[in-house]
Protein backbone atom coordinates (compact mmCIF):
# COMPACT_ATOMS: atom_id res chain seq x y z
CA UNK A 1 0.00 0.00 0.00
CA UNK A 2 2.84 2.35 0.33
CA UNK A 3 2.30 5.99 -1.42
CA UNK A 4 -1.50 5.49 -1.94
CA UNK A 5 -3.16 8.80 -2.02
CA UNK A 6 -4.54 10.40 1.28
CA UNK A 7 -8.22 9.45 -0.37
CA UNK A 8 -7.38 6.05 -0.63
CA UNK A 9 -6.64 5.84 3.17
CA UNK A 10 -9.62 4.58 4.88
CA UNK A 11 -10.44 6.83 7.98
CA UNK A 12 -10.21 5.60 11.35
CA UNK A 13 -13.74 4.71 12.10
CA UNK A 14 -14.27 3.25 8.81
CA UNK A 15 -15.45 -0.58 9.16
CA UNK A 16 -14.99 -4.05 7.73
CA UNK A 17 -16.43 -4.76 5.01
CA UNK A 18 -19.32 -7.10 5.42
CA UNK A 19 -19.90 -10.43 3.43
CA UNK A 20 -23.76 -10.86 2.48
CA UNK A 21 -25.31 -13.86 3.74
CA UNK A 22 -26.54 -14.80 0.27
CA UNK A 23 -23.31 -13.87 -1.36
CA UNK A 24 -22.15 -16.85 -3.93
CA UNK A 25 -20.58 -19.31 -2.10
CA UNK A 26 -16.10 -19.29 -2.47
CA UNK A 27 -15.66 -20.90 -6.06
CA UNK A 28 -18.59 -19.95 -7.22
CA UNK A 29 -18.78 -18.30 -11.06
CA UNK A 30 -20.15 -14.89 -10.54
CA UNK A 31 -21.92 -14.77 -14.07
CA UNK A 32 -21.81 -11.40 -16.27
CA UNK A 33 -23.50 -8.36 -15.20
CA UNK A 34 -24.70 -7.16 -18.23
CA UNK A 35 -23.84 -9.05 -21.71
CA UNK A 36 -22.42 -5.57 -23.10
CA UNK A 37 -20.12 -4.70 -20.26
CA UNK A 38 -16.65 -4.39 -21.77
CA UNK A 39 -15.20 -6.03 -18.96
CA UNK A 40 -17.41 -9.14 -18.21
CA UNK A 41 -20.48 -9.50 -21.28
CA UNK A 42 -20.09 -12.19 -23.91
CA UNK A 43 -21.62 -9.77 -26.39
CA UNK A 44 -18.65 -7.75 -26.89
CA UNK A 45 -16.14 -9.54 -29.11
CA UNK A 46 -13.00 -7.31 -28.46
CA UNK A 47 -13.88 -7.57 -24.71
CA UNK A 48 -12.02 -8.72 -21.62
CA UNK A 49 -14.08 -11.30 -21.02
CA UNK A 50 -13.30 -11.74 -17.57
CA UNK A 51 -15.27 -14.97 -15.52
CA UNK A 52 -15.33 -13.89 -11.85
CA UNK A 53 -15.16 -16.27 -9.32
CA UNK A 54 -16.29 -15.66 -5.64
CA UNK A 55 -13.22 -16.09 -3.52
CA UNK A 56 -13.70 -16.68 0.82
CA UNK A 57 -14.35 -12.98 2.73
CA UNK A 58 -15.45 -10.05 0.59
CA UNK A 59 -13.07 -11.29 -2.33
CA UNK A 60 -13.11 -12.35 -6.08
CA UNK A 61 -10.49 -13.80 -8.58
CA UNK A 62 -10.76 -13.56 -12.06
CA UNK A 63 -8.46 -14.43 -15.39
CA UNK A 64 -8.00 -12.46 -18.10
CA UNK A 65 -6.28 -14.10 -21.38
CA UNK A 66 -4.72 -10.74 -23.03
CA UNK A 67 -5.69 -11.02 -26.41
CA UNK A 68 -4.38 -9.39 -29.89
CA UNK A 69 -6.98 -6.53 -29.72
CA UNK A 70 -6.00 -5.43 -26.46
CA UNK A 71 -2.23 -4.51 -27.10
CA UNK A 72 -0.73 -0.92 -26.48
CA UNK A 73 3.14 -1.64 -27.47
CA UNK A 74 3.65 -4.52 -30.40
CA UNK A 75 2.89 -7.57 -28.59
CA UNK A 76 2.48 -6.06 -25.38
CA UNK A 77 -1.51 -5.26 -23.22
CA UNK A 78 -2.73 -2.03 -22.98
CA UNK A 79 -1.90 0.05 -19.62
CA UNK A 80 -5.97 1.08 -20.05
CA UNK A 81 -6.57 -2.26 -20.70
CA UNK A 82 -5.05 -3.77 -17.63
CA UNK A 83 -6.72 -1.08 -15.60
CA UNK A 84 -9.81 -1.65 -16.94
CA UNK A 85 -9.26 -5.55 -15.81
CA UNK A 86 -8.47 -4.44 -12.44
CA UNK A 87 -11.86 -2.07 -12.17
CA UNK A 88 -14.35 -5.29 -13.45
CA UNK A 89 -12.50 -7.59 -10.82
CA UNK A 90 -13.22 -5.24 -8.42
CA UNK A 91 -16.43 -4.39 -9.41
CA UNK A 92 -17.52 -7.55 -9.11
CA UNK A 93 -17.19 -7.18 -5.48
CA UNK A 94 -20.41 -5.89 -5.30
CA UNK A 95 -21.76 -9.17 -5.60
CA UNK A 96 -20.09 -10.83 -2.27
CA UNK A 97 -21.32 -7.23 -0.77
CA UNK A 98 -24.82 -6.93 -2.42
CA UNK A 99 -24.05 -3.20 -2.84
CA UNK A 100 -24.36 -1.57 -6.18
CA UNK A 101 -21.26 0.58 -6.37
CA UNK A 102 -19.02 2.36 -8.92
CA UNK A 103 -15.45 3.54 -9.24
CA UNK A 104 -14.96 6.27 -7.45
CA UNK A 105 -11.17 6.43 -7.65
CA UNK A 106 -8.57 4.08 -9.26
CA UNK A 107 -4.91 4.01 -8.71
CA UNK A 108 -3.19 2.27 -10.75
CA UNK A 109 0.57 0.20 -10.86
CA UNK A 110 1.92 -1.22 -13.78
CA UNK A 111 4.96 -3.15 -12.73
CA UNK A 112 5.75 -5.98 -15.31
CA UNK A 113 4.98 -5.43 -19.14
CA UNK A 114 2.06 -8.08 -19.81
CA UNK A 115 2.34 -9.76 -23.17
CA UNK A 116 -0.28 -11.12 -25.51
CA UNK A 117 -1.12 -14.34 -24.75
CA UNK A 118 -0.49 -14.38 -21.36
CA UNK A 119 -3.00 -14.82 -19.01
CA UNK A 120 -3.46 -12.23 -15.91
CA UNK A 121 -4.57 -13.67 -12.60
CA UNK A 122 -6.75 -10.93 -10.78
CA UNK A 123 -7.58 -10.92 -7.15
CA UNK A 124 -9.79 -8.23 -5.25
CA UNK A 125 -10.16 -7.74 -1.95
CA UNK A 126 -12.96 -5.06 -0.21
CA UNK A 127 -10.60 -3.57 2.93
CA UNK A 128 -12.88 -1.30 4.85
CA UNK A 129 -15.75 0.44 4.49
CA UNK A 130 -16.54 4.24 5.35
CA UNK A 131 -20.71 5.42 5.18
CA UNK A 132 -21.20 4.85 1.05
CA UNK A 133 -17.15 4.34 0.14
CA UNK A 134 -15.92 1.15 0.11
CA UNK A 135 -11.91 1.10 -0.23
CA UNK A 136 -10.82 -2.10 -1.95
CA UNK A 137 -7.34 -3.30 -3.27
CA UNK A 138 -6.33 -5.49 -6.22
CA UNK A 139 -3.81 -7.49 -7.86
CA UNK A 140 -2.93 -9.48 -11.36
CA UNK A 141 0.01 -11.57 -11.31
CA UNK A 142 1.52 -13.49 -14.38
CA UNK A 143 2.35 -17.41 -14.69
CA UNK A 144 -0.18 -18.19 -12.10
CA UNK A 145 -1.85 -16.96 -8.96
CA UNK A 146 0.83 -16.92 -7.13
CA UNK A 147 3.29 -15.64 -9.79
CA UNK A 148 4.89 -12.26 -9.63
CA UNK A 149 2.47 -9.05 -9.11
CA UNK A 150 2.33 -7.59 -12.74
CA UNK A 151 -0.46 -5.14 -12.26
CA UNK A 152 -2.14 -3.78 -8.67
CA UNK A 153 -4.67 -0.96 -7.84
CA UNK A 154 -5.59 0.46 -4.81
CA UNK A 155 -10.07 2.36 -5.27
CA UNK A 156 -12.62 3.88 -4.07
CA UNK A 157 -15.78 2.78 -5.34
CA UNK A 158 -19.02 4.33 -4.12
CA UNK A 159 -22.18 3.18 -3.12
CA UNK A 160 -25.42 4.61 -5.08
CA UNK A 161 -28.63 3.43 -6.10
CA UNK A 162 -30.07 1.81 -9.16
CA UNK A 163 -31.51 5.03 -10.08
CA UNK A 164 -27.58 6.07 -10.64
CA UNK A 165 -28.14 3.95 -14.08
CA UNK A 166 -31.27 5.05 -14.85
CA UNK A 167 -30.83 8.75 -14.53
CA UNK A 168 -27.41 8.63 -16.41
CA UNK A 169 -27.36 5.58 -18.86
CA UNK A 170 -28.77 6.23 -22.86
CA UNK A 171 -32.30 5.20 -22.77
CA UNK A 172 -31.97 2.77 -25.35
CA UNK A 173 -29.79 0.89 -23.63
CA UNK A 174 -31.49 1.22 -20.11
CA UNK A 175 -35.26 0.51 -21.75
CA UNK A 176 -33.75 -2.82 -23.65
CA UNK A 177 -32.17 -3.41 -19.81
CA UNK A 178 -35.45 -2.51 -17.75
CA UNK A 179 -37.31 -5.48 -20.87
CA UNK A 180 -34.58 -8.04 -20.23
CA UNK A 181 -35.64 -10.61 -17.59
CA UNK A 182 -32.01 -10.98 -17.15
CA UNK A 183 -30.96 -7.73 -16.41
CA UNK A 184 -34.13 -7.26 -14.11
CA UNK A 185 -32.73 -10.52 -12.39
CA UNK A 186 -29.76 -8.89 -11.69
CA UNK A 187 -31.27 -5.60 -10.31
CA UNK A 188 -33.50 -7.60 -7.78
CA UNK A 189 -30.35 -9.57 -6.44
CA UNK A 190 -29.30 -6.30 -4.72
CA UNK A 191 -33.16 -5.33 -3.19
CA UNK A 192 -32.54 -7.59 -0.67
CA UNK A 193 -30.25 -5.75 0.83
CA UNK A 194 -31.33 -3.26 3.92
C1 LIG B 1 -27.75 -2.98 -11.47
C2 LIG B 1 -26.44 -3.54 -11.20
C3 LIG B 1 -25.37 -2.98 -12.06
C4 LIG B 1 -23.99 -3.08 -11.44
C5 LIG B 1 -22.98 -2.39 -12.27
C6 LIG B 1 -21.61 -2.50 -11.73
C7 LIG B 1 -20.63 -2.02 -12.75
C8 LIG B 1 -19.23 -2.28 -12.35
C9 LIG B 1 -18.30 -1.94 -13.48
C10 LIG B 1 -16.90 -1.80 -12.98
C11 LIG B 1 -16.78 -0.55 -12.18
C12 LIG B 1 -16.92 0.69 -13.05
O1 LIG B 1 -16.23 0.89 -14.00
S1 LIG B 1 -18.10 1.82 -12.61
C13 LIG B 1 -18.03 3.09 -13.87
C14 LIG B 1 -16.99 4.18 -13.61
N1 LIG B 1 -17.42 5.07 -12.56
C15 LIG B 1 -18.34 6.03 -12.74
O2 LIG B 1 -18.92 6.18 -13.81
C16 LIG B 1 -18.68 6.91 -11.58
C17 LIG B 1 -18.85 8.36 -12.00
N2 LIG B 1 -18.98 9.20 -10.81
C18 LIG B 1 -20.17 9.44 -10.25
O3 LIG B 1 -21.24 9.07 -10.80
C19 LIG B 1 -20.19 10.20 -8.96
O4 LIG B 1 -19.05 11.01 -8.83
C20 LIG B 1 -20.30 9.22 -7.74
C21 LIG B 1 -21.59 8.42 -7.80
C22 LIG B 1 -19.09 8.26 -7.67
C23 LIG B 1 -20.28 10.07 -6.46
O5 LIG B 1 -21.22 11.11 -6.58
P1 LIG B 1 -22.30 11.39 -5.43
O6 LIG B 1 -23.27 10.27 -5.36
O7 LIG B 1 -22.84 12.76 -5.68
O8 LIG B 1 -21.50 11.31 -4.10
P2 LIG B 1 -20.59 12.41 -3.36
O9 LIG B 1 -21.48 13.08 -2.37
O10 LIG B 1 -19.82 13.23 -4.32
O11 LIG B 1 -19.55 11.46 -2.59
C24 LIG B 1 -19.97 10.50 -1.64
C25 LIG B 1 -18.75 10.15 -0.81
O12 LIG B 1 -17.78 9.55 -1.70
C26 LIG B 1 -16.56 10.31 -1.73
N3 LIG B 1 -16.06 10.35 -3.10
C27 LIG B 1 -16.71 10.73 -4.21
N4 LIG B 1 -15.92 10.63 -5.29
C28 LIG B 1 -14.72 10.21 -4.82
C29 LIG B 1 -13.46 9.93 -5.45
N5 LIG B 1 -13.31 10.08 -6.76
N6 LIG B 1 -12.44 9.50 -4.68
C30 LIG B 1 -12.58 9.33 -3.34
N7 LIG B 1 -13.76 9.58 -2.69
C31 LIG B 1 -14.79 10.03 -3.42
C32 LIG B 1 -16.97 11.71 -1.25
O13 LIG B 1 -15.88 12.38 -0.67
C33 LIG B 1 -18.05 11.37 -0.22
O14 LIG B 1 -17.43 10.95 0.97
P3 LIG B 1 -17.88 11.50 2.41
O15 LIG B 1 -17.82 12.99 2.30
O16 LIG B 1 -19.29 10.98 2.56
O17 LIG B 1 -16.92 10.92 3.36
Not at 69 to 78: E, I, N, V
Amino acid sequence: MSGRTTALTPPADAGPPVRHPEAPAPGEVIGAHYENCFGCGAGVPHGLHLEVRAGEGVAVTAEFRVKEAHQGAPGLAHGGVLATALDETLGSLNWLTRVIAVTGRLETDFLLPVPVDSVLYLEAEAVAVHHRKIYCTATGRLGGPEGPVAVRADAVFIEVKVEHFINHGRPAEINAALADPDQVKVVRAFEVNP
